[in-house]
């Protein structure tokens, strides 16, 4: 059961940072050129793999308990700022995140920058993709990362990256636009909630404390985690119609 | 030290985000954890609790902040 839920995790986590990246590649690619969109690409995977080769086999040396316990704490403090913006954005707080108007504020702001040129591409077209995968990509190391070695398994967490890298890689080509398709923001809330649920989980059991039936609690955490998030998007929708209706009343 | 800054600030939007109360909460939650286990009691309870209350605060925060 914990491997099914760590690869998914994994998975959903590293498709939504990669449909992000996608759109930033694309709207560079299309405004200054497919070679300095794709050197940007290159640039930024060696980088990433260079994090990934120095953080992996230092994070297996630290012991289990204290790793649980920084690790879980971190996926806490994530988890729940995820999960924050998805009941924000679930509530109508927040607009909602839409690929086609991302890809469309990036397109005309590639296309009107000025062009340099740095070793034979162009310097904003190279930079702008070399950025977006970076920042994105570093999302993905950090929880594939984190998921996998608390979990004892980095391969498994990887795995599941993977099949969102070669997903959301084939679809891009093959549609050539944004993926404003993918259920982004239903993705990002199960993400917040997987997040903070695995963050509960590994946290508390790195402090010292102990899940009344082990592993199979995790379960129990995660309808928790659940039932919370769409309780508070219920009670924030509800506050949100009461405004809107007073500022009716009052207009 | 322009670099230096930008990249502490980089990785503070990275773990801490928007609102810096759910980082500080959630140290403060752990750290209870940590000494009620000490002492010898199984605090397995307290973090959904605390999950709760910062959720709660945090997103009436955001919400006050429009």
């Given at each position: 059961m914990n491997t099914t839920f760590l690869v998914l995790s994994a998975f959903l986590a590293s498709a939504v940072e990669m449909v992000e990246a996608l759109t930033i590649v694309l709207a560079a690619g299309l405004a200054r050129g497919w070679r300095s969109a794709l050197a940007g690409l290159g640039a930024a995977t060696v980088a990433l793999a260079v994090a990934v080769a120095a953080l992996g086999p230092a994070l297996t040396v630290i012991p289990l308990s204290a790793l649980r316990l920084a690790v879980g704490a971190l996926l806490l403090v994530f988890g729940l700022q995820w999960l924050r913006k998805a009941i924000l954005r679930a509530s109508g707080f927040k607009a909602l995140h839409d690929e086609d108007a991302i890809f469309a504020r990036e397109l005309a702001e590639a296309r009107t920058a000025e062009r340099v040129e740095r070793a034979g591409v162009d310097w904003y077209g190279f930079v702008l993709s070399f950025k977006g995968v970076l920042l994105e990509g570093l999302e993905v190391i950090f929880i594939v990362l984190t998921f996998g070695s608390a979990q004892g398994s980095i391969p498994l967490a990887a795995a599941g990256a993977g099949g969102a890298l070669v997903l959301v890689a084939g679809v891009g080509v093959a549609v050539r636009a944004p993926l404003a398709r993918v259920p982004e923001n239903a993705m990002k809330f199960a993400v917040g909630v997987m997040l903070t649920t695995f963050g509960i989980f590994w946290s508390a059991e790195g402090a010292g404390a102990h899940w009344p039936g082990s592993d199979a609690s995790l379960l129990g955490v995660l309808g928790f985690v659940i039932l919370l998030s769409l309780g508070l998007v219920r009670l924030l929708r509800r506050e949100r119609r009461l405004r809107l209706r007073a500022a009716e009343v009052r207009a | 030290m322009r670099h230096l800054r930008s990249f502490g600030r980089f990785w503070w939007d990275f773990?801490?985000?928007?609102?810096?109360?759910?980082?500080?909460?959630?140290?403060?939650?752990?750290?209870?954890?940590?000494?009620?286990?000490?002492?010898?009691?199984?605090?397995?309870?307290?973090?959904?609790?605390?999950?709760?209350?910062?959720l709660w605060l945090s997103l009436r925060r955001a919400v006050a902040r429009g």
């Open positions: - | 773990v801490v985000g928007d609102d810096w109360l759910v980082a500080a909460l959630v140290a403060i939650a752990i750290g209870a954890a940590a000494a009620l286990a000490h002492s010898g009691v199984n605090a397995w309870w307290l973090l959904p609790a605390v999950v709760v209350l910062v």
